[in-house]
């Protein structure tokens, strides 16, 4: 069921790492990432604002299981900023894999937010790294353009799409998740997880606008 929500200049669309690793043929494939391109599309012709966020990690990140001896992918580690899950290789500069799926069409995005690139900490968030402490920009960078809700779609609805619309509701947006736009990894219960959190800090999940 679509949401009646008019969509303002005040609004603005995030769409998190719609990338090639993420979907079905990548290293780190979201179960049917793919499908979420044409809904994407959709809804972006919606917002007269769109940013992209890309991750970029450089050979060799910390978050990668193949530095780290012994470890396999999907295990944690404890990093200096806390639990860190291991992941394969993937979202590497200057890759294809890094690239954006050749079938998103978001000509009028007017950023893409780079994250994900320091070698020592992983970032799901838009809005800060894992750290959280260290921010991306992202939120001054809405704040002066007087943006004061966001909406969220892309990969995953349990990790980045999930740390994106937490981050940006603590920094004082409102936001709403478009489901119909993500899917989700769903470790350990990963999914039932976000849905409690974004219940505790009022983000609103709506089918579809």
């Known amino acids: 069921m679509s949401a009646n929500i008019p969509i303002t200049d005040r609004d ?31 809804h972006a012709e919606l917002f007269r604002h769109v940013v992209l966020t890309q991750d970029w990690h450089p050979p ?25 899950i291991l992941w394969p290789d993937h979202c590497v500069q200057e890759t294809p894999g890094a ?37 991306t920009g992202l939120a001054g960078y809405l704040r002066e ?11 995953a609805f349990d990790f980045c799409v999930r740390f994106t619309a937490e981050d940006a509701r603590r920094t004082g947006f409102d936001v709403v998740v478009i ?14 997880d976000t849905r409690a959190s974004f219940g505790a800090l009022d983000v609103r999940l709506v089918d579809a606008l």
């Open 60 to 84: 060799s990140h910390h978050s990668f299981a193949s530095v780290h001896a012994g470890q396999n992918p999907f295990e944690t580690i404890t990093a200096a900023y806390g639990p860190q």
């Open 99 to 135: 690239e954006f799926h050749e079938g998103l069409a978001v000509p009028h995005a007017q950023l893409v937010l780079r994250k994900g690139f320091r070698h020592e900490v992983d970032s799901y968030s838009a809005f800060y790294e894992n750290d959280h402490k260290t921010p």
């Open 12 to 42: 603005v669309l995030l769409v998190v790492d719609v990338q090639n690793d993420f979907c079905p043929t990548g290293m780190l494939p979201v179960q049917r990432g793919d499908e979420v391109v044409p809904v994407v599309n959709r």
């Open 179 to 192: 489901e119909e736009g993500c899917r989700s990894i769903d470790m350990e219960g990963s999914i039932a």
């Open 145 to 155: 353009r007087g943006f004061t809700r966001v909406f969220v779609v892309g990969l």
